[in-house]
């Protein structure tokens, strides 16, 4: 049985050579290769026909990943509903301002705001307002900068916070779904990987054009 598996391999490993004929050969390129080639296949006649007429599947692989992403954070955020309907946080905007000061004594308003990546200033306030208001946050001086305003998490937030840590991992449990763990550890790993590219452009970059963008950060694997 071994050997029908190598043979298997071996000719996966044939085929990936092929296209990268131009390329060196690097196993981990192989394996996210054969991964990607595992993973899409359908594995039956009723698979066949889902795929063939499921439109995101017709994209190109990178605009299918964008779809996807956005897609998962839709469905975390129906189930952390669920959760907290049973508080007055307003949703996971608020719930992530909040789990942000659990694990820090104060960050400035607009530090928070810029930290859970707020389309606006504008928005970010209007969250901290609203913590503000049910005393779930508390704001003072801040000791340096005379003229901005910190924020830290209440005892009232704190308890809020405790009720709530438990039942989203119920939520953390679900939206991972039927991955093993060796795929939650790849998927783990490719999404930091993105996410520390991603940090640094909006950290940096986000206010530069698309293209600029592109040119500084994206490089084209395919011709390395």
């Known amino acids: 049985m071994i050997y029908k598996n190598l043979l298997e ?24 290769w054969l991964m990607e080639k595992v993973s899409s296949k359908p594995r039956s006649l009723e698979d ?29 955020r129906v189930y952390a509903k669920k959760i907290l309907s049973h508080t007055k946080l307003s949703g996971l905007d608020d719930y992530a301002f909040m ?20 389309d ?6 209007d969250i901290i307002k609203r913590l503000l208001k049910e005393n779930y946050i508390e704001e003072f001086d801040d000791p340096i900068d005379k003229r901005s305003k910190r ?16 039942e989203m991992e119920i939520v953390s449990a679900i939206t991972t779904g039927n991955l093993d763990n060796n795929e939650k550890l790849h998927l783990l790993g490719s999404l930091k990987k993105l996410d520390h590219l991603h940090k640094n452009i909006y950290d940096d970059d986000r206010k530069e054009e698309l293209q600029t963008i592109k040119n500084k950060y994206i490089r084209n694997l395919n011709n390395t």
Do not use: C, W
């Open 120 to 125: 606006s200033i504008t928005s970010g306030a």
């Open 48 to 76: 066949i026909a889902s795929y063939e007429k499921d439109s995101i599947a017709m994209q190109p692989p990178d605009v299918q990943i964008s779809i996807l992403i956005g897609r998962m954070s839709k469905y975390a």
């Open 151 to 166: 924020v830290r998490i209440t005892t009232q937030g704190k308890a809020v916070m405790f009720q709530v840590f438990s």
């Open 99 to 118: 789990a942000t000061l659990m694990f820090r004594e104060s960050m400035t308003k607009t530090g928070l705001t810029h930290y859970n990546l707020m």
């Open 9 to 32: 391999l071996v000719q996966y490993l044939e085929l990936f050579e092929n296209e990268k004929v131009d390329q060196p050969f690097r196993i981990e390129d192989f394996s996210y």
